[in-house]
């Protein structure tokens, strides 16, 4: 629970978090991009 409260209530928390996001974003960019690639057919 100390770990929950820590990445919602403090700096350095928050920073952790909007990284962790920003990562999970970009990965799924990425798959959808390369998908999109490699289904091309020219």
Do not use: C, H
């Not at 798959?31 to 490699?38: A, P, T």
């Amino acid at each position: 629970m100390k770990l929950l409260t820590d990445l919602f209530s403090t700096d350095y928390g928050l920073m952790s978090l909007a990284v962790i996001l920003f990562v999970l974003l970009m990965a799924a960019f990425f798959v959808r991009m390369f998908v999109r690639k490699m289904n091309n057919k020219e």
